[in-house]
C-alpha cells in the first residue's frame, strides 16, 4: 500500500467520523475534508475547484430555489389535499402513490436527483396537509429514486446499457452483449420491493420527528403559504412544470437539438433558467431565492465529491477490484461469484463516486468471466445495480445530502435507515439476477 494511498484512507477515516460525530456542521467537515485531500496531493488544485462548481451542487442548490418556488403557490397545496382525499388517510396509500410518482420521475429524468426535487415538494406539502412528519417519507422517497434508475428501458438506462455493452466490447467478450431489456428483465424486482417496503414497513421505521433542524424555506413554512397574485401564481408552478418536463424529455430534445446543429443543453442549465425565471417574475425575491439554497449542504457534497475522487486518484478501489478478481477466479459457485460482483462495488459506492466504481468493476467482472469461459451478463448487471444503489451515506450520491436536509436526518439516523433495504436489495439482486442470467 502506498504511502499516499495511507493519508488518504486517513483522511477519509476522519472525515467519516466527523460525519457521524455530528459536533461540527456537515458542510464544515466536508470543507476540511477538501482542504486535507489538497494540501497532502490527494487531489490537485483542478479536482478541487472542480467539484465547488460540479453541476451536481448546481442541481442540488437550484432545485432547492425551484421548489421554493412551487411552495409558494396554492397549487402544491391543493394537491396534497387531493392526496389526502383519494387515500382516506391510510398511510400505505400514500407511500404508494409517492412512490409510483418517484419512479416514474427517476425513469424519465434517468437521474435520482432530479427525481426527488421534483417528487419532494408535492411530498413536503401532503404530509404538511394531513400533518405527517416529512422525516416518514422523504427516506423512502429518495430511496425509490435512487434504486428505480436504470431498470426501465429508456433515456438513462439505454445509454447505461450502451456503456456496459462498450466495456464488453473493449474487453473482446462480445458474445455475451446485454439485449435491449436484459437490465429491465434482470432488476424488475427490485420495484417491487421498494413499493412493498415502503408502503408497509419503509415509513414505521423512519423518524417520527427530524432528528436535526430542517431547512424551513425549502420545505414551506408552517401552513399555507400568502397568496400570490394570479400572474405569479401562473408563473410559479408554470416554471416548476416547465423545468421537469425540460429535465425529464432532455435526451428527445438535445437529439433534436444536435440534428439542427444547436448545442446540447445540460441539466444544470435548465435548472440554473428556472432559477432566474423565479426571479425575473417576481414569484420569488432575489433575498428568497438565495435564502433557499443551503450552503451547509453544498459543502457537504463537495467534501465527498473529494473524497471519492481523492480513493479514485489514490488506487483504492483499482486495489480492492484486482483482490476481488483474483478471488472470483478461483471460485465456481454462481451465486457466491455473484454476491462479490454485487456487494463490495454496492459498499465502495457509498464512500466513492459511481462512474468511477462502474469503471473499475465492469471490466474486473468481464475479464473475470472471461477468464472462466462464462457468461458475463449476471455479474455486468450486478455491477451496474450495485453502482446505482448508493443511499446509505452522504459520500454515496449528491442525492443522499439532499434527502438528509428535507428529511431531517443526521448520518446515524440516515445509515439505520438503510440497513434492512440494503439487505434486501443485495438479498434480491444476487439471487434474482444469477438465477436468470447464470454464468
Given at each position: 500500500m502506498s504511502t499516499q494511498l495511507t493519508i488518504c484512507l486517513v483522511i477519509s477515516l476522519l472525515a467519516v467520523i466527523g460525519f457521524i460525530h455530528g459536533k461540527l456542521p456537515l458542510g464544515t467537515v466536508g470543507c476540511a475534508a477538501m482542504l486535507a485531500y489538497l494540501f497532502t496531493g490527494?487531489?490537485?488544485?483542478?479536482?478541487?475547484?472542480?467539484?465547488?462548481?460540479?453541476?451536481?451542487?448546481?442541481?442540488v442548490s437550484g432545485m432547492f430555489v425551484i421548489s421554493a418556488g412551487l411552495r409558494k403557490t396554492q397549487f402544491v397545496h391543493l394537491i396534497g389535499k387531493s392526496v389526502k382525499a383519494i387515500s382516506k388517510g391510510s398511510m400505505a396509500k400514500v407511500m404508494l402513490g409517492f412512490i409510483l410518482a418517484s419512479i416514474l420521475a427517476a425513469t424519465l429524468t434517468g437521474s435520482a436527483l432530479a427525481a426527488f426535487a421534483i417528487v419532494i415538494p408535492i411530498v413536503s406539502a401532503t404530509c404538511e396537509e394531513m400533518n405527517i412528519s416529512i422525516s416518514r417519507a422523504a427516506f423512502c422517497v429518495g430511496l425509490a429514486c435512487i434504486a428505480s434508475c436504470g431498470i426501465v428501458p429508456v433515456g438513462g438506462t439505454l445509454a447505461m446499457l450502451a456503456e456496459?455493452?462498450?466495456?464488453i466490447d473493449a474487453n473482446e467478450y462480445s458474445q455475451y452483449q446485454l439485449a435491449l431489456t436484459d437490465l429491465f428483465v434482470g432488476r424488475w424486482p427490485v420495484l417491487v420491493m421498494l413499493t412493498l417496503y415502503s408502503m408497509f414497513l419503509g415509513w414505521k421505521i423512519a423518524p417520527e420527528k427530524p432528528?436535526?433542524?430542517?431547512?424551513?424555506?425549502?420545505?414551506?413554512?408552517?401552513?399555507?403559504?400568502?397568496?400570490?397574485?394570479?400572474?405569479q401564481e401562473k408563473c410559479g408552478y408554470t416554471i416548476f412544470f416547465g423545468v421537469t418536463l425540460l429535465l425529464a424529455f432532455s435526451g428527445p430534445i438535445?437529439?433534436?437539438f444536435k440534428s439542427v446543429g444547436i448545442p446540447a443543453v445540460s441539466a444544470w442549465e435548465i435548472v440554473l433558467l428556472g432559477c432566474l425565471l423565479l426571479v425575473l417574475t417576481k414569484v420569488l425575491s432575489p433575498k428568497e431565492c438565495f435564502g433557499a439554497v443551503n450552503w451547509d449542504m453544498a459543502f457537504l457534497i463537495i467534501g465527498?465529491?473529494?473524497?471519492?475522487?481523492?480513493?479514485?486518484?489514490?488506487?483504492?478501489?483499482?486495489?480492492?477490484?484486482?483482490?476481488?478478481?483474483?478471488?472470483?477466479?478461483r471460485m465456481r459457485n454462481n451465486y457466491m461469484i455473484g454476491a462479490m460482483f454485487f456487494i463490495i462495488p454496492f459498499l465502495l459506492t457509498q464512500i466513492m463516486q459511481n462512474r468511477s466504481v462502474m469503471a473499475i468493476f465492469q471490466p474486473i467482472a468481464i475479464l473475470a468471466c472471461k477468464s472462466m469461459g462464462v457468461s458475463c451478463v449476471g455479474p455486468c448487471i450486478l455491477v451496474a445495480a450495485a453502482c446505482t444503489t448508493s443511499f446509505m451515506t452522504p459520500m454515496a450520491t449528491a442525492c443522499i445530502p439532499y434527502i438528509m436536509e428535507v428529511g431531517g436526518y443526521d448520518v446515524k439516523s440516515q445509515f439505520v435507515q438503510s440497513l434492512l433495504p440494503a439487505v434486501l436489495l443485495s438479498v434480491i439482486n444476487v439471487f434474482y439476477v444469477m438465477t436468470v442470467f447464470p454464468l
Amino acid at each position: 500500500m502506498s504511502t499516499q494511498l495511507t493519508i488518504c484512507l486517513v483522511i477519509s477515516l476522519l472525515a467519516v467520523i466527523g460525519f457521524i460525530h455530528g459536533k461540527l456542521p456537515l458542510g464544515t467537515v466536508g470543507c476540511a475534508a477538501m482542504l486535507a485531500y489538497l494540501f497532502t496531493g490527494c487531489i490537485d488544485e483542478k479536482t478541487a475547484l472542480g467539484t465547488i462548481g460540479n453541476s451536481n451542487i448546481v442541481m442540488v442548490s437550484g432545485m432547492f430555489v425551484i421548489s421554493a418556488g412551487l411552495r409558494k403557490t396554492q397549487f402544491v397545496h391543493l394537491i396534497g389535499k387531493s392526496v389526502k382525499a383519494i387515500s382516506k388517510g391510510s398511510m400505505a396509500k400514500v407511500m404508494l402513490g409517492f412512490i409510483l410518482a418517484s419512479i416514474l420521475a427517476a425513469t424519465l429524468t434517468g437521474s435520482a436527483l432530479a427525481a426527488f426535487a421534483i417528487v419532494i415538494p408535492i411530498v413536503s406539502a401532503t404530509c404538511e396537509e394531513m400533518n405527517i412528519s416529512i422525516s416518514r417519507a422523504a427516506f423512502c422517497v429518495g430511496l425509490a429514486c435512487i434504486a428505480s434508475c436504470g431498470i426501465v428501458p429508456v433515456g438513462g438506462t439505454l445509454a447505461m446499457l450502451a456503456e456496459i455493452n462498450g466495456y464488453i466490447d473493449a474487453n473482446e467478450y462480445s458474445q455475451y452483449q446485454l439485449a435491449l431489456t436484459d437490465l429491465f428483465v434482470g432488476r424488475w424486482p427490485v420495484l417491487v420491493m421498494l413499493t412493498l417496503y415502503s408502503m408497509f414497513l419503509g415509513w414505521k421505521i423512519a423518524p417520527e420527528k427530524p432528528v436535526i433542524e430542517t431547512s424551513e424555506f425549502s420545505l414551506g413554512s408552517k401552513g399555507p403559504a400568502a397568496p400570490l397574485a394570479p400572474f405569479q401564481e401562473k408563473c410559479g408552478y408554470t416554471i416548476f412544470f416547465g423545468v421537469t418536463l425540460l429535465l425529464a424529455f432532455s435526451g428527445p430534445i438535445n437529439s433534436f437539438f444536435k440534428s439542427v446543429g444547436i448545442p446540447a443543453v445540460s441539466a444544470w442549465e435548465i435548472v440554473l433558467l428556472g432559477c432566474l425565471l423565479l426571479v425575473l417574475t417576481k414569484v420569488l425575491s432575489p433575498k428568497e431565492c438565495f435564502g433557499a439554497v443551503n450552503w451547509d449542504m453544498a459543502f457537504l457534497i463537495i467534501g465527498c465529491l473529494c473524497m471519492g475522487a481523492a480513493l479514485n486518484n489514490t488506487g483504492a478501489g483499482t486495489l480492492i477490484g484486482n483482490a476481488i478478481a483474483s478471488v472470483a477466479g478461483r471460485m465456481r459457485n454462481n451465486y457466491m461469484i455473484g454476491a462479490m460482483f454485487f456487494i463490495i462495488p454496492f459498499l465502495l459506492t457509498q464512500i466513492m463516486q459511481n462512474r468511477s466504481v462502474m469503471a473499475i468493476f465492469q471490466p474486473i467482472a468481464i475479464l473475470a468471466c472471461k477468464s472462466m469461459g462464462v457468461s458475463c451478463v449476471g455479474p455486468c448487471i450486478l455491477v451496474a445495480a450495485a453502482c446505482t444503489t448508493s443511499f446509505m451515506t452522504p459520500m454515496a450520491t449528491a442525492c443522499i445530502p439532499y434527502i438528509m436536509e428535507v428529511g431531517g436526518y443526521d448520518v446515524k439516523s440516515q445509515f439505520v435507515q438503510s440497513l434492512l433495504p440494503a439487505v434486501l436489495l443485495s438479498v434480491i439482486n444476487v439471487f434474482y439476477v444469477m438465477t436468470v442470467f447464470p454464468l
